[in-house]
């Protein structure tokens, strides 16, 4: 009978052991494969995810909403919060290993009629203990280790999407400033054109027609004033609201004053799973899910509890006596699951169907991450390369402005076309002005698709 129990012990002991195991990465071959372009994938480790937010943003403006952002924000609060909740919960899972005790002190009076009152007390200090031999308790507590590193990288993930949301807009108000300033003097050159072209009518050499075309074109660009400084209001409100405080007018410097790298490093794939903090939640997520699966697997397997309890008591049995005496017990249980209409297997079903939906969401979070670094990539590039163009335009447009002056002085040649030269060379600067901006935009992106903006 002894070896029986014995090897009843050792089998169950062996088809146990599976429920300690820890999580391990899954094998992720996409990752190396991630970058588009065979000029991302070379061997160099260095990243502009290296930089913190302060040296990447050197405007000392922009740093100090930066960081009135990480003070005041409130979804970054609430996700500071969120975090220390799981802390509380992984606290709570670590002393689950310890006993409970509770203290449950009672009292009895009682009287029969014609009886004598009796007075019973009972002073005593129960414990229970529950013995982890099958991992309830170990993998309820690497579930939540699993959860707080689940908050911590949200945490992460906000606070970077933050700082780059914060730089976007403020280098989307400097993008504007720069337009509205293009703008108007777009709106003062259609206002000379219209001054001349009103005395050319009356001179009789042009017709009302060409009046009316011109002073609608003026027309067009006040209005374009207008949106803009419309769209410069709500860009300072919605920044006031990130910041954490009321609307109010944005201290800031000016787009031509911005510094960026002229050569962006990308580092290696590998980089993503530990810096990106959305990755990093997506794992962690599946860890989480990974220890629920072996929750639901030992749920199959006996609950052992050691339980016992000590007093001082005059009510010993049904007698009672003074002074007391002390009464002490001491059991242990062992409850194994037989029957509990298909409640175990079915947890077992849903926490295994929920692990593999943790895995394909970690995967498809490996692509995402893979797909933002190409296109902000991309985004600079392209934006470089049109704002090297463009430079060479103006170039040539403020050449031909000067010509054409030179020429009116010189020549018969129609004022007319001196502001047609000029209204050229002002669209140009507005283009070159959006353009340096979604450069600046690729450098945001793709500083924030590394993983970057740690505090």
């Not at 924000?73 to 992984?90: H, M, P, V, Y």
């Not at 009682?110 to 013995?131: F, Q």
């Not at 934006?383 to 020549?411: N, Y």
């Amino acid at each position: 009978m002894k070896k029986i129990i014995i090897c009843i012990c050792l089998s169950v002991g062996l088809s146990s052991c599976s429920i300690y195991r820890t999580y391990k990465r899954l094998d992720v071959s996409v990752v190396d494969s991630l970058y588009h372009q065979p000029a991302l994938s070379a061997d160099t480790t260095a990243s502009i995810a290296d930089l913190s937010w302060k040296e990447l943003f050197t405007d000392s403006q922009l740093q100090s909403l930066i960081e009135k952002g990480l003070c005041n924000n409130s979804d970054l609060g609430i996700a500071r919060l969120r975090a220390k909740e799981a802390e509380a919960l992984l606290k709570s899972a670590r002393l689950s290993y310890l006993p409970s005790l509770d203290l449950s002190p009672q009292g009895t009076i009682s009287k029969a009629e014609h009886g004598n009152t009796t007075k019973s007390y009972d002073l005593a200090v129960s414990a229970s203990w529950e013995i982890d031999i099958f991992g309830k308790l170990t993998n309820a507590k690497r579930e939540a280790r699993a959860v707080l590193g689940q908050n911590e990288a949200y945490r992460q993930a906000v606070q970077t999407q933050l700082i780059a949301t914060i730089a976007n807009n403020y280098y989307m108000l400097l993008m504007l400033d720069e337009q509205l300033g293009v703008t108007r003097r777009t709106a003062e050159n259609w206002a000379e054109n219209l001054r001349v072209m009103k005395a050319l009518k009356r001179a009789g050499q042009t017709t009302d027609m060409a009046v009316a075309q011109t002073e609608a074109s003026k027309l067009s660009v006040d209005a374009s004033l207008l949106s803009l400084e419309r769209q410069i209001t709500e860009l300072e409100n919605s920044l006031s609201a990130l910041l954490g405080t009321p609307s109010a007018s944005i201290e800031r410097s000016t787009l031509d004053t911005q510094f960026f790298p002229d050569t962006l490093l990308v580092g290696v794939p590998l980089q993503l799973l530990q810096r990106r903090p959305d990755v990093r939640q997506s794992e962690a997520e599946l860890a989480a899910a990974f220890y629920v699966t072996n929750q639901a697997v030992a749920a199959f397997y006996p609950s052992i509890t050691l339980g016992g309890s000590a007093g001082w008591t005059n009510a010993a049995g049904a007698a009672i006596t003074n002074p007391g005496q002390w009464l002490l017990s001491a059991v242990g249980s062992l409850v194994q699951p037989l029957f509990n209409r298909g409640q175990n297997i079915a947890n077992l079903e849903v926490a295994k169907a929920q692990q593999e939906e943790a895995v394909l969401s970690f995967r498809q979070s490996l692509l995402d991450a893979g797909m933002e670094v190409n296109n902000a990539l991309v985004q600079w590039q392209t934006a470089r390369g049109r704002l090297q163009l463009e430079e060479q335009q103006i170039t040539s447009l403020a050449s031909a402005v000067r010509s054409a002056e030179l020429l009116m002085k010189h020549s018969s040649q129609n004022y007319l076309e001196v502001l047609t030269a000029r209204q050229t060379l002002l669209q140009a600067e507005l283009d070159a002005a959006s353009d340096r901006f979604d450069e600046i935009q690729g450098v945001i992106s793709l500083y924030h698709a590394l993983g970057g903006g740690i505090y």
